[in-house]
């Protein structure tokens, strides 16, 4: 099975946004206790010394820290498997965030929103979140943070099965990750339209897309990134009956998430160990090392239309 990069949902996270809105008041104290608690992975307590910051922050007239509160309390419920009630905090922030013209925290809470109803299957209601976060960015002109909402939205339509909407949202990502000039962003962005691709069974250009962000993300050192999408390509190497090319990139992606501490590399040592006697099974010799060879497409080349 092919892998999503995680990197395209990580860049939904609220808290970067929501460390632009600056609060100080004495419930400032509960709410990094309640942190504090959430990291231990101390949900109910975590939730109890939220729950106490809000009321203080709505004593002192304090909508900002009330805001922000309210986005960690959402955080603490959804550690604890409580979806709806993450979600209505969510909501209610995103509305206080509103009302205080906090555009980027507002999408940041409809986009948490979101991601929490994609984590639970149930893409169609995370895609309602996603577009109201997108309008939202689109107005306030915040085109990076467009383009990581574009990706989510197009990673749920993939899920839903609507292939042709999903590559519309990724190319609408990708020009705006160029224009950001967001190199990072948009190799994660040709990730998603290759996993489309690949969902769609058009494998063939999968692999090409895929190349394409392996290459970029070899010149931009991103190792995480890398070892995804070098994992994807040698399951789709593999089921070209391509065993040389497949072994040298799972290699390299359990090089890279052994380097890392990823949960996945155990899993895929075993895997390459399976590969590699599979190889020797049917006398093919050691891998070349292929590192550097990618990507077949330029850099600067446009991936074929998706209708060809």
Do not use: C
């Not at 990502?173 to 962003?185: E, K, P």
């Not at 692999?207 to 970029?216: D, R, S, V």
């Not at 391509?242 to 590399?265: F, H, I, K, Q, T």
Request: hydrophobic content about 45%; overall charge negative; cysteine-free.
């Amino acid at each position: 099975m092919l892998r999503d990069d995680p990197a395209i949902h990580r860049a939904l996270s609220p808290r970067d946004a929501l460390d632009e809105i600056h609060t100080a008041g004495p419930a400032d104290s509960l709410a990094r206790l309640g942190a504090a608690y959430t990291t231990l992975g101390r949900a109910e307590e975590a939730i109890a010394f939220y729950e106490q910051a809000i009321k203080d922050y709505r004593a002192a007239h304090d909508p900002r820290g009330e805001a922000i509160a309210l986005v960690s309390l959402a955080g603490a419920h959804a550690a604890r498997g409580d979806v709806r009630t993450a979600a209505l905090r969510y909501i209610d922030a995103a509305r206080g965030l509103r009302q205080l013209s906090e555009p980027l925290g507002e999408a940041a809470a409809l986009n948490a929103t979101g991601l929490l109803y994609d984590r639970a299957g149930q893409p169609e209601v995370a895609l309602g979140f996603y577009e109201q976060a997108l309008a939202v960015l689109y107005e306030a002109g915040a085109r990076q943070r467009e383009a990581a909402t574009l990706d989510a939205i197009g990673v749920a339509l993939r899920r839903m099965g609507d292939f042709p909407g999903a590559l519309d949202a990724h190319k609408q990502a990708l020009s705006a990750r160029r224009q950001a000039r967001d190199r990072l962003g948009e190799a994660a962005t040709l990730h998603a339209t290759a996993m489309v691709h690949a969902a769609a069974g058009r494998t063939e250009k999968a692999i090409a897309t895929f190349e394409w962000a392996l290459g970029l993300r070899q010149a931009l050192d991103d190792r995480p990134g890398e070892a995804v999408t070098a994992y994807n390509l040698a399951q789709l190497y593999l089921q070209r009956g391509l065993l040389r090319e497949a072994e040298a990139l799972l290699a390299r992606a359990v090089e890279l998430e052994s380097l890392a501490g990823d949960p996945n590399a155990a899993r895929d040592e075993i895997a390459l160990g399976e590969l590699r006697s599979r190889r020797r099974a049917v006398g093919l010799t050691t891998p070349d090392d292929i590192t550097g060879s990618f990507p077949r497409l330029k850099l600067e080349d446009e991936p074929e239309d998706e209708n060809g």
